[in-house]
Protein backbone atom coordinates (compact mmCIF):
# COMPACT_ATOMS: atom_id res chain seq x y z
CA UNK A 1 0.00 0.00 0.00
CA UNK A 2 1.36 3.65 -0.75
CA UNK A 3 -0.24 5.44 1.72
CA UNK A 4 1.66 4.02 4.51
CA UNK A 5 4.50 5.26 2.31
CA UNK A 6 3.54 9.00 2.40
CA UNK A 7 4.83 10.82 5.03
CA UNK A 8 2.49 12.49 7.68
CA UNK A 9 2.53 16.16 6.70
CA UNK A 10 1.84 15.18 3.14
CA UNK A 11 -1.02 12.52 3.41
CA UNK A 12 -3.74 14.82 2.29
CA UNK A 13 -2.17 14.02 -1.21
CA UNK A 14 -3.02 10.29 -1.33
CA UNK A 15 -6.13 10.65 -3.30
CA UNK A 16 -4.62 12.94 -6.17
CA UNK A 17 -1.42 9.54 -6.08
CA UNK A 18 -4.17 7.24 -6.17
CA UNK A 19 -5.81 8.82 -9.31
CA UNK A 20 -2.83 8.68 -10.94
CA UNK A 21 -1.83 5.53 -10.11
CA UNK A 22 -4.93 4.05 -11.11
CA UNK A 23 -4.78 6.04 -14.49
CA UNK A 24 -1.10 4.20 -14.70
CA UNK A 25 -2.76 0.53 -14.31
CA UNK A 26 -5.32 1.66 -17.07
CA UNK A 27 -2.53 2.58 -19.32
CA UNK A 28 -0.49 -0.78 -18.63
CA UNK A 29 -3.42 -2.83 -19.20
CA UNK A 30 -3.93 -0.98 -22.88
CA UNK A 31 -0.21 -0.77 -23.64
CA UNK A 32 -0.52 -4.73 -22.69
CA UNK A 33 -2.66 -4.99 -25.93
CA UNK A 34 -1.27 -2.29 -28.12
CA UNK A 35 0.07 -3.93 -30.60
CA UNK A 36 -3.55 -5.86 -31.37
CA UNK A 37 -4.44 -1.84 -32.27
CA UNK A 38 -4.97 -1.51 -35.88
CA UNK A 39 -4.88 2.84 -35.00
CA UNK A 40 -1.57 2.47 -33.30
CA UNK A 41 0.94 3.59 -36.46
CA UNK A 42 -1.34 6.38 -37.08
CA UNK A 43 0.63 9.73 -35.82
CA UNK A 44 -0.48 13.64 -35.41
CA UNK A 45 1.62 16.66 -34.32
CA UNK A 46 1.37 17.77 -30.39
CA UNK A 47 2.24 21.36 -29.25
CA UNK A 48 5.81 21.08 -29.21
CA UNK A 49 6.24 19.70 -32.73
CA UNK A 50 6.62 16.35 -31.57
CA UNK A 51 5.09 13.08 -33.11
CA UNK A 52 1.80 12.18 -31.04
CA UNK A 53 0.54 8.97 -31.32
CA UNK A 54 -2.98 7.56 -29.79
CA UNK A 55 -1.82 6.06 -26.83
CA UNK A 56 0.07 9.60 -26.09
CA UNK A 57 -3.49 11.45 -26.39
CA UNK A 58 -5.68 8.43 -25.04
CA UNK A 59 -2.57 8.53 -21.74
CA UNK A 60 -3.37 11.95 -21.69
CA UNK A 61 -7.12 12.30 -21.24
CA UNK A 62 -7.16 8.89 -19.02
CA UNK A 63 -4.96 10.93 -16.35
CA UNK A 64 -6.95 14.48 -16.79
CA UNK A 65 -10.54 12.58 -16.52
CA UNK A 66 -9.75 10.50 -13.31
CA UNK A 67 -8.74 14.12 -11.86
CA UNK A 68 -11.55 15.87 -13.02
CA UNK A 69 -13.97 13.07 -11.37
CA UNK A 70 -12.53 13.04 -8.00
CA UNK A 71 -11.20 16.71 -8.36
CA UNK A 72 -8.07 15.78 -6.57
CA UNK A 73 -5.87 18.26 -8.26
CA UNK A 74 -6.64 21.96 -9.49
CA UNK A 75 -4.05 22.99 -12.35
CA UNK A 76 -2.95 20.18 -14.87
CA UNK A 77 0.23 20.88 -16.82
CA UNK A 78 0.66 17.95 -19.51
CA UNK A 79 3.76 17.44 -22.05
CA UNK A 80 0.76 16.76 -24.63
CA UNK A 81 -0.68 20.01 -24.29
CA UNK A 82 -0.34 23.51 -25.41
CA UNK A 83 -1.88 25.05 -22.20
CA UNK A 84 -2.94 23.95 -18.57
CA UNK A 85 -6.23 22.55 -17.66
CA UNK A 86 -7.86 24.35 -14.76
CA UNK A 87 -10.34 22.16 -12.69
CA UNK A 88 -13.39 23.78 -10.65
CA UNK A 89 -13.26 23.61 -7.20
CA UNK A 90 -10.22 21.06 -7.33
CA UNK A 91 -7.65 20.60 -4.07
CA UNK A 92 -5.11 22.94 -4.12
CA UNK A 93 -2.69 21.08 -6.06
CA UNK A 94 -0.20 21.53 -9.05
CA UNK A 95 0.25 18.42 -10.95
CA UNK A 96 2.80 18.07 -14.49
CA UNK A 97 2.93 15.19 -16.28
CA UNK A 98 4.36 13.58 -18.94
CA UNK A 99 1.78 11.08 -19.39
CA UNK A 100 3.51 8.66 -21.62
CA UNK A 101 7.53 9.26 -22.33
CA UNK A 102 9.33 7.29 -25.14
CA UNK A 103 6.44 6.62 -27.06
CA UNK A 104 8.89 6.14 -30.24
CA UNK A 105 9.12 2.78 -29.02
CA UNK A 106 5.50 2.15 -28.48
CA UNK A 107 5.60 -0.02 -31.79
CA UNK A 108 8.59 -2.20 -30.93
CA UNK A 109 7.47 -3.29 -26.89
CA UNK A 110 9.95 -1.49 -25.20
CA UNK A 111 9.76 -0.22 -21.99
CA UNK A 112 7.85 3.18 -21.34
CA UNK A 113 6.64 5.92 -19.17
CA UNK A 114 4.38 8.15 -17.16
CA UNK A 115 6.84 10.70 -15.88
CA UNK A 116 4.61 13.44 -12.65
CA UNK A 117 5.54 15.75 -10.56
CA UNK A 118 3.20 17.38 -8.10
CA UNK A 119 3.40 21.42 -6.28
CA UNK A 120 1.99 23.05 -3.32
CA UNK A 121 -1.03 25.16 -4.55
CA UNK A 122 -0.95 26.95 -8.55
CA UNK A 123 2.42 26.83 -9.25
CA UNK A 124 5.91 24.83 -10.12
CA UNK A 125 8.22 26.52 -8.47
CA UNK A 126 11.07 24.08 -7.04
CA UNK A 127 10.30 25.06 -3.57
CA UNK A 128 6.82 24.30 -3.51
CA UNK A 129 7.45 20.61 -4.66
CA UNK A 130 5.84 17.43 -2.70
CA UNK A 131 6.56 14.74 -4.98
CA UNK A 132 8.00 13.32 -8.11
CA UNK A 133 7.95 10.01 -9.62
CA UNK A 134 7.21 7.74 -12.24
CA UNK A 135 5.97 4.54 -13.37
CA UNK A 136 7.82 1.85 -15.41
CA UNK A 137 5.64 0.31 -18.04
CA UNK A 138 8.52 -3.02 -18.73
CA UNK A 139 7.56 -6.71 -18.07
CA UNK A 140 7.24 -5.72 -14.51
CA UNK A 141 5.61 -2.28 -13.90
CA UNK A 142 7.42 -0.22 -10.96
CA UNK A 143 6.64 3.05 -9.56
CA UNK A 144 9.70 4.90 -8.49
CA UNK A 145 8.41 7.70 -5.86
CA UNK A 146 10.47 10.31 -4.13
CA UNK A 147 9.18 13.27 -1.32
CA UNK A 148 10.85 16.35 -1.10
CA UNK A 149 14.18 15.59 1.23
CA UNK A 150 13.18 12.25 1.73
CA UNK A 151 14.23 8.96 0.17
CA UNK A 152 13.88 7.23 -3.11
CA UNK A 153 11.52 4.43 -2.93
CA UNK A 154 10.87 1.19 -5.25
CA UNK A 155 7.37 -0.86 -5.82
CA UNK A 156 6.47 -3.06 -8.13
CA UNK A 157 2.57 -3.85 -9.04
CA UNK A 158 1.56 -7.30 -8.19
CA UNK A 159 -0.80 -8.34 -10.66
CA UNK A 160 -1.76 -10.99 -8.17
CA UNK A 161 -2.74 -9.08 -5.24
CA UNK A 162 -3.53 -5.82 -7.72
CA UNK A 163 -1.30 -4.10 -5.36
CA UNK A 164 2.00 -1.51 -5.35
CA UNK A 165 4.23 -4.10 -2.91
CA UNK A 166 7.53 -1.83 -1.69
CA UNK A 167 10.69 -3.11 -3.11
CA UNK A 168 13.17 -0.60 -0.80
CA UNK A 169 15.02 2.25 -1.13
CA UNK A 170 17.10 2.84 -3.68
CA UNK A 171 20.51 4.54 -3.73
CA UNK A 172 22.18 5.20 -6.95
CA UNK A 173 25.09 3.19 -6.25
CA UNK A 174 28.74 4.31 -7.80
CA UNK A 175 29.26 3.37 -11.67
CA UNK A 176 31.12 0.22 -11.41
CA UNK A 177 29.39 -1.32 -14.25
CA UNK A 178 30.95 1.47 -16.23
CA UNK A 179 27.84 2.77 -18.17
CA UNK A 180 27.42 5.68 -20.03
CA UNK A 181 24.20 6.49 -21.98
CA UNK A 182 23.93 9.00 -24.43
CA UNK A 183 22.58 9.29 -28.41
CA UNK A 184 25.74 8.58 -30.20
CA UNK A 185 24.22 9.27 -33.30
CA UNK A 186 24.15 13.03 -32.18
CA UNK A 187 28.07 12.95 -31.73
CA UNK A 188 29.05 15.42 -34.39
CA UNK A 189 26.50 17.70 -33.10
CA UNK A 190 27.97 18.29 -29.44
CA UNK A 191 29.62 20.82 -28.19
CA UNK A 192 33.57 20.26 -27.28
CA UNK A 193 33.20 19.94 -23.82
CA UNK A 194 30.31 17.56 -23.95
CA UNK A 195 32.49 15.84 -26.29
CA UNK A 196 35.52 15.76 -24.74
CA UNK A 197 33.82 14.41 -21.17
CA UNK A 198 32.32 11.40 -23.23
CA UNK A 199 35.27 11.06 -25.16
CA UNK A 200 36.53 9.73 -21.55
CA UNK A 201 34.40 6.80 -21.29
CA UNK A 202 34.91 5.72 -24.77
CA UNK A 203 38.28 5.85 -24.21
CA UNK A 204 38.17 3.99 -20.80
CA UNK A 205 36.54 0.62 -21.54
CA UNK A 206 32.92 1.94 -20.72
CA UNK A 207 30.06 -0.01 -22.51
CA UNK A 208 27.41 2.46 -23.75
CA UNK A 209 23.48 1.82 -23.92
CA UNK A 210 20.65 3.95 -25.02
CA UNK A 211 17.26 2.37 -24.70
CA UNK A 212 15.92 6.25 -26.31
CA UNK A 213 13.33 5.88 -23.70
CA UNK A 214 14.38 8.24 -21.21
CA UNK A 215 12.21 6.79 -18.52
CA UNK A 216 14.18 3.17 -19.16
CA UNK A 217 17.62 4.90 -19.49
CA UNK A 218 17.09 6.85 -15.75
CA UNK A 219 15.82 3.28 -14.35
CA UNK A 220 18.89 1.71 -15.37
CA UNK A 221 21.10 4.73 -14.33
CA UNK A 222 19.06 4.80 -10.88
CA UNK A 223 19.96 1.46 -10.28
CA UNK A 224 22.84 0.43 -11.52
CA UNK A 225 24.81 3.47 -11.46
CA UNK A 226 26.65 5.69 -14.62
CA UNK A 227 25.10 8.83 -16.43
CA UNK A 228 22.11 9.59 -18.41
CA UNK A 229 22.28 12.72 -20.74
CA UNK A 230 20.48 14.06 -23.49
CA UNK A 231 23.15 17.94 -24.41
CA UNK A 232 22.39 20.85 -26.26
CA UNK A 233 23.90 20.41 -29.27
CA UNK A 234 24.35 22.50 -32.49
CA UNK A 235 20.57 21.18 -33.90
CA UNK A 236 18.86 21.15 -30.51
CA UNK A 237 20.13 24.38 -28.91
CA UNK A 238 18.23 24.09 -26.20
CA UNK A 239 18.50 19.86 -25.72
CA UNK A 240 15.23 17.90 -26.28
CA UNK A 241 13.95 16.84 -22.96
CA UNK A 242 11.48 19.33 -21.35
CA UNK A 243 12.37 21.01 -17.63
CA UNK A 244 8.94 20.71 -16.40
CA UNK A 245 7.31 17.52 -17.53
CA UNK A 246 10.54 15.23 -17.73
CA UNK A 247 13.92 16.86 -16.97
CA UNK A 248 13.03 18.49 -12.66
CA UNK A 249 11.28 15.21 -11.77
CA UNK A 250 13.92 13.15 -13.05
CA UNK A 251 16.67 15.25 -11.18
CA UNK A 252 15.14 15.06 -8.15
CA UNK A 253 14.55 11.40 -8.22
CA UNK A 254 18.48 11.39 -9.03
CA UNK A 255 19.75 13.56 -6.63
CA UNK A 256 17.48 12.18 -3.63
CA UNK A 257 18.65 9.20 -4.49
CA UNK A 258 22.70 10.21 -3.98
CA UNK A 259 23.22 11.18 -7.63
CA UNK A 260 23.38 14.93 -9.37
CA UNK A 261 21.53 16.20 -12.32
CA UNK A 262 22.85 19.64 -14.05
CA UNK A 263 22.93 20.97 -17.00
CA UNK A 264 26.09 22.05 -19.52
CA UNK A 265 26.63 25.12 -17.04
CA UNK A 266 26.99 22.71 -13.90
CA UNK A 267 23.32 24.62 -12.54
CA UNK A 268 21.46 21.88 -10.71
CA UNK A 269 18.34 21.05 -12.88
CA UNK A 270 16.17 21.40 -9.93
CA UNK A 271 17.49 25.05 -9.37
CA UNK A 272 16.26 26.18 -13.04
CA UNK A 273 13.67 28.44 -13.13
CA UNK A 274 10.83 27.58 -15.26
CA UNK A 275 9.98 30.57 -17.78
CA UNK A 276 8.12 28.85 -20.12
CA UNK A 277 5.78 25.55 -19.18
CA UNK A 278 7.14 23.59 -22.71
CA UNK A 279 10.84 25.26 -21.92
CA UNK A 280 13.74 22.44 -22.81
CA UNK A 281 16.75 21.96 -21.32
CA UNK A 282 20.31 20.02 -21.81
CA UNK A 283 20.43 17.45 -19.28
CA UNK A 284 23.53 15.25 -17.26
CA UNK A 285 22.36 12.96 -14.61
CA UNK A 286 24.15 10.13 -12.82
CA UNK A 287 26.21 9.15 -10.24
CA UNK A 288 28.49 11.72 -8.27
CA UNK A 289 31.29 11.16 -8.96
CA UNK A 290 30.42 10.94 -12.73
CA UNK A 291 28.71 14.43 -12.85
CA UNK A 292 31.59 16.47 -10.63
CA UNK A 293 34.05 14.91 -12.74
CA UNK A 294 31.92 17.12 -16.03
CA UNK A 295 32.29 19.75 -13.51
CA UNK A 296 36.05 19.56 -12.68
CA UNK A 297 36.29 19.21 -16.49
P1 LIG B 1 10.25 10.10 -27.33
O1 LIG B 1 10.63 11.15 -28.34
O2 LIG B 1 10.18 8.71 -27.88
O3 LIG B 1 9.02 10.44 -26.51
O4 LIG B 1 11.40 13.17 -24.60
C1 LIG B 1 11.08 12.21 -25.44
C2 LIG B 1 12.08 11.10 -25.65
O5 LIG B 1 11.48 10.04 -26.27
C3 LIG B 1 12.76 10.56 -24.38
O6 LIG B 1 11.98 9.62 -23.70
C4 LIG B 1 14.05 9.99 -24.89
O7 LIG B 1 15.07 9.96 -23.92
C5 LIG B 1 14.40 10.92 -26.04
O8 LIG B 1 13.17 11.54 -26.45
C6 LIG B 1 15.01 10.20 -27.19
O9 LIG B 1 15.41 11.11 -28.14
P2 LIG B 1 16.35 10.71 -29.42
O10 LIG B 1 15.53 9.77 -30.24
O11 LIG B 1 16.60 12.02 -30.10
O12 LIG B 1 17.57 10.08 -28.89
Not at 122 to 141: C, K, Q, T
Not at 232 to 254: A, F, H, Q, V, W
Not at 270 to 296: A, F
Amino acid sequence: MIETHIPEKYKQINKLLNSILESSILIKNILENAPLYNNINIESINSSGDNQKPLDIFSNDLIIENIMKNKSAKYLYSEELENEVIIENGDEYTLCFDPLDGSSNIDCNVSIGTIFSIYNNNNYLFENIILSGYVIYGFAMELILTFKDDVVKRFVYDNQSLNWIYIGNIVIPKNVKKIYCINHGNENLWYPKIRNYIDYYKNNGYTQRYVGSMVADIHRTLLYGGIFSYPCDTKNNNGKLRLLYECIPMSMIIENAGGMSINENGIHICEMNVKEIHQKTGIIMGSKEDIERYINL
